[in-house]
């Protein structure tokens, strides 16, 4: 998986205009690291599945495609149908790990606290998939228009993205200014970034989105992150 580096430095996190639990913004500092360009692909997945260090998806379809997982055709698409563990064993095979919620939302919208990776402009189906404008995934990086600031693709729109959070409403009220690393525990975990069937206030970089471990579906992927040295 290639890789995009993200510098060190603040940068601004939360939005105040959204729901309750994307604010209050703030400022949060991060060490310098390395995300994947986009999220992690069904290809990929698999060699790790053929290590012995993961378990298949859950299910080998998408929303549309009977025969997606383990068919070279599909490769480049997101894997999906993981649950929290399954991302988190494909990162730790790979020599990475989860990003924090702080961690994907800089890499998402840069240090000035843009809406969206592109900007601020109001999203469009040449930016990001969404809103069921094509009810399925699609290949990774098929959006270049939305990249981020640091290059990252996809953290708007196809999947959902796993972090290594547990979700908390309240937790930006009282968490560290310095690489927040999530409440100590919790129920469920937090997702970032949309999907292709969820609409437009996902694609925020700040809107947060809580589900148990456990779950998997065909609108869920993620992505790993590697601290710099």
Known sequence: MEMVYVPAGPFLMGY???????????????????????????????????????KPPVRKTTNAIDNFYGNPDYADWPVIYVNWADAEAYCSWAGRRLPTEAEWEKAARGVEG??????????????????????????????PAGASPFGALDMAGNAWEWTA??????????????????????????MRGGSWNFDTPGLRASYRLAKEPTYASADVGFRCMQPSP
């Not at 409440?183 to 975990?189: L, T």
């Open 114 to 143: 843009a809406l969206y990776p592109w900007g601020n402009a109001s999203p469009d189906e040449t930016l990001a998939l969404f809103g069921n404008h094509i009810e399925d995934v699609v290949k990774t990086g098929s959006y």
């Open 165 to 190: 959070d547990w979700y908390s409403s309240d937790y930006y009220s009282h968490s560290p200014t310095a690489d927040p690393p999530g409440p100590e525990s919790g129920e469920r975990k937090s």
């Open 16 to 54: 105040n205009g959204g729901y309750s639990d994307e604010g209050p913004q703030h400022t949060v500092t991060l060490d310098a690291y390395w995300i994947d360009r986009t999220e992690v692909t069904a290809g990929k997945y698999a060699l790790c599945v053929q290590a012995g260090a993961c």
